[in-house]
């Protein structure tokens, strides 16, 4: 693909996310469309699956507007369900697995889910029958085969286990596959059809939940125009694949670092590779085996995994030419050198503007692509703004970064007040601090409210972090604020060392201390192997920070 087009010049391309994998699935309906290993779907047997789906779910109820929670880890009918629910004009609601009883009750509640699937395939989180059982646990009493009966505040009336086995036992409150493949037998195509043809492009397909600090997470309607062009402005400004790669994407599928490679790869005839676990030996024999053109880690927890393992050095990766992280500049620059056949590129998004608006352009400089996001997507303005006088700023300035445009969702489900706060005369607020290029490239800097204030200064954790991230030892480092009776806060970092590394605290505060402003240096260093997760973040207030004296 000509990659000197410019961005603005190509055609605007807006439908619902199902007629987009149908005309799509019309041009590649032969070509791989999903991998996993040891699994596959064409374009035409995923849209065969995805009205399978689409059938029992209307066989059980489900129509235009209604919401339809997945709760699986990583597979198939995860995607299938998600699209089956497109078919239908219905909101596929992806839940984080890695939450609790009481999180997954307040979702539940909270976007009016009346049917939830899930599966009973044991996933690096959690039992999902189990965990529903907690949340509800008067399901244990529901007829078999009947609707549920809850509370009269909750809308659920039916829980779905996509089982691996066919002779897998009941779960009391559960109908099992063969009782789902039932429901839709009496529902034809044809009548998938007549309400696929009826959802509007602005109506939401898809609600992700974001996760908050404190307070419970918030509901992100997407809607369909907004999806599929930010799926064919990834490929068609960015990524330039074509009908014969693969895209290795194996974040979880209930984030949009999953779903919106999926809808990259739809736009090209590509193939999106996943898998059910993340394991690193098995991710470098995928890349490998598919000849992998473009890889999604994303985040550093994924990469380090890959270039720590011990095959990394033996594994065939010539094919690959691209990856994508968000990390430090110095963390990026090891993952280049780690890759030197491939081009790192950077990204900027957040959900609430349908996943990524910013990827750096393959033709950008090494240090723009390290220091940068890239440019804003076509059709996507962003602005610079002090967030005290919510005044514009120049170019080199931090502040606040607001967008608008047509990825911008149109805000929080059943929360007026965040609403309230979040936008301003059109523009959305992201709480991200950054800057602008000269020439328009985005500069992330961290979030506002992760910004530490140290004797009246401003710390952005961020800068730390990239600076510790240079010390050969150090694998992953995050930086928080610890209260100080004379300075307010000062910094601490919690530090993940490298396989067989070893460094102490007071190395790596001198290391800070021979570049860093002194109100900047860690005041102590905290030695961690496992990190406090969402999705693919770390959760940086679950963070323990031990009594300072």
Same mark, same amino acid.
């Given at each position: 693909?000509?990659?000197?087009?410019?961005?603005?010049?190509?055609?605007?391309?807006?439908?619902?996310?199902?007629?987009? &994998?149908?005309?799509?699935?019309?041009?590649?309906?032969?070509?791989?469309?999903?991998?996993?290993?040891?699994?596959?779907?064409?374009?035409?047997?995923?849209?065969?699956?995805?009205?399978?789906?689409?059938?029992?779910?209307?066989?059980?109820?489900?129509?235009?507007?209604?919401?339809?929670?997945?709760?699986?880890?990583?597979?198939?009918?995860?995607?299938? +369900?998600?699209?089956?629910?497109?078919?239908?004009?219905?909101?596929?609601?992806?839940?984080?697995?890695?939450?609790?009883?009481?999180?997954?009750?307040?979702?539940?509640?909270?976007?009016?889910?009346?049917?939830?699937?899930?599966?009973?395939?044991?996933?690096?989180?959690?039992?999902?029958?189990?965990?529903?059982?907690?949340?509800?646990?008067?399901?244990?009493?529901?007829?078999?085969?009947?609707?549920?009966?809850?509370?009269?505040?909750?809308?659920?009336?039916?829980?779905?286990?996509?089982?691996?086995?066919?002779?897998?036992?009941?779960?009391?409150?559960?109908?099992?596959?063969?009782?789902?493949?039932?429901?839709?037998?009496?529902?034809?195509?044809?009548?998938?059809?007549?309400?696929?043809?009826?959802?509007?492009?602005?109506?939401?397909?898809? !609600?992700?939940?974001?996760?908050?600090?404190?307070?419970?997470?918030?509901?992100?309607?997407?809607?369909?125009?907004?999806?599929?062009?930010?799926?064919?402005?990834?490929?068609?400004?960015?990524?330039?694949?074509?009908?014969?790669?693969?895209?290795?994407?194996?974040?979880?599928?209930?984030?949009?670092?999953?779903?919106?490679?999926?809808?990259?790869?739809?736009?090209?005839?590509?193939? !999106?590779?996943?898998?059910?676990?993340?394991?690193?030996?098995?991710?470098?024999?995928?890349?490998?085996?598919?000849?992998?053109?473009?890889?999604?880690?994303?985040?550093?927890?994924?990469?380090?995994?890959?270039?720590?393992?011990?095959?990394?050095?033996?594994?065939?990766?010539?094919? &690959?030419?691209?990856?994508?992280?968000?990390?430090?500049?110095?963390?990026?620059?090891?993952?280049?050198?780690?890759?030197?056949?491939?081009?790192?590129?950077?990204?900027?998004?957040?959900?609430?503007?349908?996943?990524?608006?910013?990827?750096?352009?393959?033709?950008?400089?090494?240090?723009?692509?390290?220091?940068?996001?890239?440019?804003?997507?076509?059709?996507?303005?962003?602005?610079?703004?002090?967030?005290?006088?919510?005044?514009?700023?120049?170019?080199?300035?931090?502040?606040?970064?607001?967008?608008?445009?047509?990825?911008?969702?149109?805000?929080?489900?059943?929360?007026?007040?965040?609403?309230?706060?979040?936008?301003?005369?059109?523009?959305?607020?992201?709480?991200?601090?950054?800057? &602008?290029?000269?020439?328009?490239?985005?500069?992330?800097?961290?979030?506002?409210?992760?910004?530490?204030?140290?004797?009246?200064?401003?710390?952005?954790?961020?800068?730390?972090?990239?600076?510790?991230?240079?010390?050969?030892?150090?694998?992953?480092?995050?930086?928080?604020?610890?209260?100080?009776?004379?300075?307010?806060?000062?910094?601490?970092?919690?530090?993940?060392?490298?396989?067989?590394?070893?460094?102490?605290?007071?190395?790596?505060?001198?290391?800070?201390?021979?570049?860093?402003?002194?109100?900047?240096?860690?005041?102590?260093?905290?030695?961690?192997?496992?990190?406090?997760?969402?999705?693919?973040?770390?959760?940086?207030?679950?963070?323990? +920070?031990?009594?300072?004296?």
């Amino acid at each position: 693909m000509d990659t000197t087009t410019h961005p603005a010049s190509h055609r605007i391309h807006v439908s619902t996310l199902a007629d987009y &994998l149908l005309s799509r699935a019309d041009q590649y309906g032969g070509r791989p469309l999903l991998i996993f290993p040891d699994q596959r779907h064409t374009y035409d047997e995923f849209v065969a699956a995805a009205y399978a789906r689409a059938r029992c779910l209307h066989g059980l109820g489900v129509g235009a507007g209604d919401y339809v929670g997945i709760l699986m880890a990583n597979c198939m009918p995860y995607l299938e +369900v998600l699209m089956g629910c497109s078919l239908l004009g219905a909101v596929a609601v992806p839940v984080n697995a890695r939450y609790k009883a009481l999180e997954l009750a307040y979702v539940v509640e909270n976007a009016d889910l009346k049917v939830l699937v899930t599966s009973d395939h044991i996933s690096e989180y959690a039992n999902f029958p189990d965990l529903i059982s907690q949340a509800f646990p008067q399901i244990g009493n529901a007829a078999p085969g009947q609707p549920l009966q809850l509370a009269e505040a909750e809308k659920l009336r039916w829980l779905v286990n996509l089982s691996d086995a066919a002779d897998a036992p009941a779960i009391p409150g559960f109908l099992s596959t063969a009782e789902f493949i039932q429901a839709g037998e009496g529902v034809s195509r044809l009548e998938v059809d007549e309400l696929r043809v009826k959802v509007r492009v602005e109506q939401a397909a898809i !609600m992700m939940y974001t996760s908050g600090t404190t307070a419970n997470p918030k509901g992100c309607p997407l809607g369909h125009g907004l999806l599929v062009r930010n799926g064919v402005n990834m490929n068609r400004e960015r990524y330039f694949l074509t009908e014969q790669d693969v895209f290795w994407a194996p974040l979880p599928m209930f984030h949009m670092s999953s779903i919106l490679p999926f809808l990259c790869c739809i736009d090209a005839g590509a193939a !999106m590779s996943s898998m059910t676990h993340i394991e690193a030996g098995e991710a470098l024999r995928m890349l490998a085996r598919d000849r992998v053109a473009v890889a999604f880690p994303a985040f550093p927890t994924v990469t380090n995994e890959l270039i720590n393992h011990p095959d990394f050095a033996a594994t065939d990766l010539s094919n &690959l030419r691209r990856i994508n992280n968000v990390a430090p500049v110095e963390m990026l620059r090891r993952f280049q050198n780690a890759f030197p056949q491939a081009v790192q590129t950077g990204a900027y998004g957040l959900t609430e503007a349908g996943g990524v608006i910013a990827y750096n352009h393959p033709r950008e400089s090494l240090e723009e692509r390290l220091e940068t996001c890239g440019k804003p997507f076509s059709g996507v303005d962003v602005q610079i703004t002090d967030p005290e006088t919510l005044q514009a700023l120049p170019a080199g300035q931090r502040g606040e970064m607001w967008i608008k445009g047509y990825s911008v969702f149109d805000g929080y489900h059943k929360a007026p007040e965040k609403n309230a706060e979040s936008f301003h005369q059109g523009w959305f607020r992201t709480g991200d601090l950054c800057s &602008l290029t000269a020439d328009g490239a985005i500069c992330y800097h961290g979030r506002i409210k992760d910004m530490l204030k140290v004797g009246g200064e401003n710390v952005a954790a961020l800068e730390i972090e990239s600076h510790l991230a240079k010390h050969p030892a150090v694998k992953l480092a995050q930086v928080i604020g610890r209260a100080d009776d004379r300075l307010q806060e000062v910094p601490v970092a919690f530090i993940e060392l490298n396989p067989g590394a070893e460094v102490d605290e007071r190395a790596l505060i001198a290391h800070c201390k021979d570049q860093l402003a002194s109100f900047k240096v860690p005041r102590a260093v905290y030695f961690v192997t496992e990190w406090p997760m969402s999705s693919t973040k770390v959760q940086k207030f679950k963070l323990q +920070v031990p009594d300072a004296g």
